[in-house]
């Protein structure tokens, strides 16, 4: 069997996903504080990265020089526009404001920290059936799955964990309108709310 290949935009990509497990600090602060504080903080967050952005964006050499610092962090279409960060952001704040079950939300950011990671690292070393104008492949979304099932069966019986897994995988992979890491803690926050 042939030895996976990595391109540059796949290097790019893992780079970018490393940097993403630093949201792992959402579902651990958010069982620290009370809800009310992770509400805050989470909105907080927002708020900071919009003012920053905005900067970024109105001031080149601004902008030259976190894009320097932050080498690997921005995709190529983000380098003159609003980052998708600010739609991750906002999912993990809806998530936290609109539902009160603490495990509930502590699964889904788990699937928005581990899943998305692992399916994007899985499909660009291992993903050779992709599918769709986005190129999601296969592999990667089967390792969300299994990812995701994992993280479930933590806090629920197998089948609301699978059901769980299998939703949250299905938002990764299809074409939304919105950004995956958007709807993608918010529907499954909604799915397991029904489950329990």
Not at 101 to 124: C, H, I, K, N, P
Not at 183 to 190: C, D, F, N, Q
Request: aromatic share 10%; with cysteine.
């Amino acid at each position: 069997m042939r030895a996976p290949v990595i391109t540059d935009r796949g290097l790019a990509e893992l780079q970018r996903k490393s940097l993403h497990l630093v949201t792992v600090l959402y579902p651990i602060l958010y069982n620290m504080l009370s809800y009310s504080a992770a509400v805050m903080l989470s909105a907080t967050v927002i708020i900071v990265d919009i003012i920053l952005e905005t900067v970024r964006l109105l001031y080149p050499p601004v902008n030259r020089t976190v894009l320097v610092l932050c080498s690997g962090m921005y995709r190529e279409k983000e380098r003159e526009r609003v980052s998708t960060l600010i739609w991750t952001l906002s999912g993990a704040f809806l998530t936290i404001l609109l539902f009160p079950d603490r495990q509930v939300v502590t699964l889904a950011l788990l699937y928005l920290v581990f899943g998305d990671s692992v399916a994007a690292v899985v499909g660009v070393i291992f993903g050779s059936t992709r599918v769709g104008s986005r190129g999601k492949s296969i592999e990667g979304s089967l390792a969300f799955f299994g990812v995701a099932f994992l993280c479930g069966v933590l806090f629920f019986p197998w089948n609301v964990a699978l059901i769980g897994a299998a939703t949250a995988a299905t938002i990764e992979f299809v074409p939304l309108p919105f950004d995956d890491n958007f709807v993608l803690p918010v529907i499954s926050a909604g799915v397991l709310t029904t489950l329990v």
